[in-house]
């Protein structure tokens, strides 16, 4: 099923559907690829009731659920494909090429995916975790096609990168669960394996500690396949990655914000009781989705406790302490420290400052005196999550 989840019609209609198709088709897996609301252009005021609503219902009765949203898309046509005011019909055809990749081993015949319920087998551990995010590559414009024809490795690589991903999230704040590489073209399996090699080697995704297998490729030979009217220029090989990661948890984190900030107020709620329905159904969803992020947050978090006496040696001397207080986020070197990584705390900006910063201070052979603070952030009006004073550690491990 596929539904945008920030209309009345979409959310409403889509969420009885899915309860009416769960009932009748009980032993079917579901599949739902859901269109979360772009956070910079509103269509309806509602659309983080209508939003948050919508997904309590994919979680109590989807079995996997592909989660796109529309300003991710939006950046993606404007950024690679230099639309400059990207209409529905630009970034349909995006959501089409993305289904159709996922979908090919399925319609041809292929060996990785035979059907919908192999990818639930694949993707979700648990029930509750099954909000996939996925990526394509290459997104090349015609006007650069002549430029660029890209190996196997670099289109795998690409598919990693936070600008591919149809999600406006940042798969490097989260780790992944469990992943899939779907190829498709002219693609020689050896340089798979190598493109694989260095995806592990280099440490391009973090596993879960307690799942860190979790990656399969899968090669189709079907060439992708365009339309004459479409953005994508067609690409000899390409690749689409599927995956459940714990950073899929922002996507949410960016709609609770609003849906909270208008729920404090009951701002528009008089309509949705004037159509019937009850103000502790919008406190139920959104309890439920409160629950959905603590699970992936402890998914992110849990160590294997045998992998933490292994590698309580080898902890790294550099840990950074990350403090908010009032307009300011102070970072301090501290060593060898229990490490307590809550990036939840942050905006999206901030948490994205904060992993460069971080990045950065990790490339540089400098070992930075102990304790040092440095002042990062400046007074920002529009930022609201630092009023309060907090803290807390992020870590440096070597994975990142
Ligand atoms: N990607 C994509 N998003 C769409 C498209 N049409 C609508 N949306 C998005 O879906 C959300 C809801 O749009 P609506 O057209 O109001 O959807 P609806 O479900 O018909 O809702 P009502 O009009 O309230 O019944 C908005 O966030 C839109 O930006 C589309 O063709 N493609």
Redesign the pocket.
């Known amino acids: 099923m596929l ?12 969420a009885l559907l899915l309860d009416k198709l769960s009932v009748d088709y009980c032993k079917k897996s579901i599949l739902t690829v859901n ?4 956070q910079e ?4 005021m ?2 983080p009731y ?1 939003s948050i609503l919508a997904t309590q219902f994919l979680i109590d009765h989807a079995d996997v659920c592909i989660t ?1 949203d ?1 300003q991710a ?1 939006y950046d993606i046509c404007q950024n690679k494909l230099d639309i400059e005011l990207p209409k ?2 630009n ?2 055809r995006i ?1 089409a090429q993305v289904m159709s990749s996922i979908t090919t081993s399925m319609r041809y015949d292929g060996a990785l995916l035979r059907d919908m319920a192999e990818l639930e087998t694949s993707l979700v551990p648990y029930a509750k975790l099954k909000f996939l995010i996925c990526s394509y590559a290459p997104i090349i414009s015609h006007q650069k096609v002549d430029h660029m024809q890209l190996s196997t490795v670099e289109i795998a690589k690409l598919a990693f990168e936070t600008t591919n991903m149809m999600a406006k999230c940042d798969p490097r704040l989260g780790k992944y669960i469990s992943c899939l590489l779907l190829f498709r073209g002219d693609i020689i399996p050896k340089d798979v394996s190598s493109s694989i090699f260095q995806i592990r080697t280099h440490k391009t995704i973090r596993f879960v500690d307690w799942c860190p297998t979790g990656l399969k490729v899968g090669i189709d030979y079907q060439f992708q396949q365009t339309l004459p009217k479409d953005d994508i220029r067609k690409a000899l090989r390409s690749a689409c990655m599927i995956g459940n990661t714990t950073a899929v948890s922002q996507v949410f984190s960016d709609v609770c914000y609003k849906y909270d900030s208008m729920f404090a107020k009951r701002a528009f709620v008089h309509w949705y009781i004037n159509e019937g329905m009850e103000e502790a159904q919008f406190v139920e969803a959104r309890e439920e989705l409160a629950f959905l992020q603590k699970d992936y947050e402890e998914a992110d978090s849990a160590i294997n406790e045998e992998n933490q006496k292994e590698n309580a040696g080898k902890t790294a001397q550099k840990q950074l302490l990350v403090n908010v207080i009032d307009q300011r986020v102070e970072i301090v070197y501290v060593e060898n420290q229990q490490v307590l990584i809550d990036y939840s705390q942050f905006s999206h900006f901030k948490r994205q400052y904060i992993y460069n910063f971080h990045m950065h201070m990790n490339k540089s052979t400098k070992i930075p005196q102990q304790n040092k603070s440095i002042t990062l952030f400046q007074k920002n009006k529009g930022d609201q999550t630092n009023k309060n004073q907090r803290s807390c550690l992020v870590t440096n491990q070597r994975e990142y």
């Open positions: 539904n945008s989840v920030g209309g009345g019609t979409g959310s409403g209609f889509g269109i979360y609301p772009s252009t509103f269509v309806s509602v659309e209508n796109m529309n898309i529905y019909s970034l349909n959501i």
